[in-house]
């Protein structure tokens, strides 16, 4: 079984250390993982693209601008981000979006802000990593107008309706440990909805560990549970879902595994 977690953020602050991390995660069947390089603050983005430079046979980098942080960044960190994301050793831009649930930045500065790296993705003809919480109508305006036709809609929680106009983009959905929690029925409906060559898996750690993890700091080895839980409502085997999901994130991204 070959596993890949196509979203997962490994800062210092989470993880002291990344080997034992990496370790557990090849034990469990892991080949690959995106780790998402995210704007922390005016000149500060974490730590993504240094372990992803570590290790490249395993992670894949992404770099991105959060809505939370949108009313954060100033000019000298969009050029940087633009500058970093044109590199070829970085994969996608994101994760951006809207979250509509915390509104921790003005939500006409998040849009701002996502547009410009929905234009951005587009114009290095890279994938788009998208969050969005609340904010489905407006979401599927935003990535509508600015015309993105590849990437993914991240940690995916909507339903079978939200589900559908995303597909309809032609994005891909990725699903997280929520679709393992109790009375997440719209979700799970929408997993079956969904078709399989548009799903992918990933953990989003250390956010929302899968049942029978739940309330523990999430790692990538725990998507195997998600994957689990994905081949249960699809009906299929758990090698059939890994064996896709991992080809789905490899042509997405644009990593050999």
């Known amino acids: 079984m070959r596993l890949v977690d196509s979203h997962c953020h490994l800062e210092n602050a989470d993880y002291a250390e990344v080997a034992p991390v990496l370790e557990r995660a090849r034990t469990a069947g892991l080949v690959h993982a995106v780790i998402i390089g995210q704007f922390q603050g005016p000149g500060d983005w974490g730590n993504a693209l240094q372990i992803a430079s570590a290790h490249p046979e395993f992670f894949t980098p992404t770099l991105g601008i959060h809505p939370h942080e949108a009313a954060r960044a100033t000019a000298a960190d969009f050029e940087y981000l633009e500058r970093t994301c044109a590199r070829p050793d970085v994969h996608a831009v994101g994760e951006a979006g809207l979250d509509y649930y915390y509104d921790r930045s003005p939500r006409e500065v998040q849009a701002e802000v996502f547009r410009r790296q929905c234009a951005l993705a587009r114009s290095l003809g890279k994938p788009l990593v998208v969050h969005v919480r609340d904010a489905h109508d407006d979401c599927e305006v935003i990535l509508r107008e600015e015309r993105v036709e590849r990437g993914v809609i991240h940690c995916f929680t909507g339903d079978t309706d939200a589900a559908r106009r995303y597909l309809d983009l032609g994005l891909m959905i990725s699903l997280s440990g929520v679709v393992t929690y109790k009375k997440t029925e719209a979700l799970q409906e929408a997993v079956r909805f969904a078709p399989l060559e548009r799903l ?58």
């Open 200 to 257: 992918l898996v990933e953990t989003d750690s250390p956010y929302l560990a899968p049942v029978p993890y739940r309330g523990k700091k999430n790692e990538p080895s725990y998507v195997v549970e998600t994957a689990r839980k994905v081949a249960e409502l699809k009906g299929v085997t758990l090698d059939q879902v890994a064996e896709l999901t991992t080809a789905n994130a490899a042509t997405l991204f644009g990593f050999a595994v």
